[in-house]
């Protein structure tokens, strides 16, 4: 088999290719992209205990920073508005009220706190009820057929209820234009409920709006957007380094370097794009479409990029070894589709669904997938590593072999931290189930990008363009420290310092290197 890599097939390309575009056309038109602004197209209500409840939303709010009565303007305010909310009961049920009456079918929504979620329904009481009967109303609790409120002392005026009533025989009404003020900060919830078993079969439109003080941006997702500008300047300043590197060593440039120019490129463009989706969610309240798609793309190809250049470095390609090989470089670039595939996938579920501040169980089989595969590729890097070390220190080439040492460190502190880390986010997420820990959320994110741009940096600094490239680039020569007794970890070979041993050696590494191309 010869060393250098062999064309990928243009039928099987092609043919990944056209798979790929339709799972991401699919998933786009399947995407429902919202934002701060909640909308409900026939929303059904779900029996819970002797109520029918429908979820309206969630988010992390902050308090308004002016007071809400000074003027009309929305700046610096915070607020949950209901735009056109509407409830259609079926025709049946309407059909058997009387025109004349005034009343004849209630609806509420019902805008809490998350610390005073045990105010609603008869938790204070120790019951499971939600709604108010007969004997709690003789008892004086509450208004049979409404929900079950106890007001909060220091706050009298929360939990809030905004009533809605059917009117005679009519199949539909429409909520009075209401807009909630926030003046505490706090993670918010939203939830439209009825009573009357007779109104089953209800189901709501329109749509909520979600403001905070600076905008539509959900508080969890405040910080991030600070953070994804910040990010954007550190990729311009690592770029602007590792240009002046590689415009002042150009003569003693190697392939790797133009790949590692490409991941700085894509994580740049990356946390750009984000920044300015962000800033357009923010200003608007909906995530544009096209902007989030290309955010999230960018995203994919980007992780799979980089991941693809830690397993090649780890391979020692251009370092150890001039090329790949047909087989391996065959399967390196199909394990690249199917990565991109599944990152993509999962960031598209992630950022072009409902925001909302509670994520669902379905998110775990969303992320399944790239987590087998980010599994499948650490223990693919660090068998490679072990290849290759042991291929440096049977050529006694010091140089690369510390330099591998060190990279090996690093990448292995960042697996380290990445497993800790995964443990951490399991901890938060398990303990949190309400979301009332929203403000400190957005680290969980921002630590891997911080990680990956971490691990980028320690790669540019470990093969950062010199006058002295054989200290990393390949090379057919065998070191002078040949001349000391060396052992092959694989063979067990001795190996000694005359012109023959040297010469045997080479023959020996060539034929290693052969077969373990066979093998991969």
Known sequence: ????????????????????????????ITADVEASIHDYKNGVFSRNSNAFIFSGGNE??????VDHSADNSVKGKSFIRFDGVTFVRPKETADKQSSMQQNTG???????????????????????????????HDRGVCKTGEVIIHQNPNNPL???RIKTFFTGN??????????????????YYLYFVYCDPQLKGTFIKGSTVWKNPNGYLPGKMTPLMTFFGFMSLAYLVLGLLWFLRFVRYWKDIIKLHYYITVVMALGMSEMAMWYFEYANFNSTGRRPKDVTFWAVTFTSVKKTVSRLLVLIVSMGYGVVKPTLGAVTSNKVLLLGVVYFIASEGLEIFENMGNINDYSGKAKLFSVLPAAVLDAWLILWIFSALAKTLEKLQMRRNAAKLDLYRRYTNSLAGCVLLSIAWIGFELYFNATDPMSELWRIAWIIPAFWNMLSFTLLVVICMLWAPSSNPTRYAYSEEIGEDLEEEGISLTTGRSVTGDLTTKLEMKDLLADEDLEEDKRE
């Open 60 to 65: 992390g709010l902050f308090a308004s920073k």
């Open 106 to 136: 209630l609806v509420e929504a019902i805008v809490l706190e998350v610390k005073d979620r045990e105010r609603i329904g008869g938790t204070f009481m120790k019951s499971n009820k939600v709604c108010c009967d007969k004997a709690l």
């Open 158 to 160: 929360w939990p809030r």
């Open 170 to 187: 009519e199949s539909e009404v429409k909520m009075d234009p209401e807009t909630v003020e926030i003046d505490r900060t706090g993670m």
């Open 1 to 28: 088999m010869e060393g250098r890599s062999l064309p990928w097939p243009d039928d099987l390309f092609k043919w990944k290719l056209k798979l790929l575009v339709i799972i991401i056309t699919i998933i786009i």
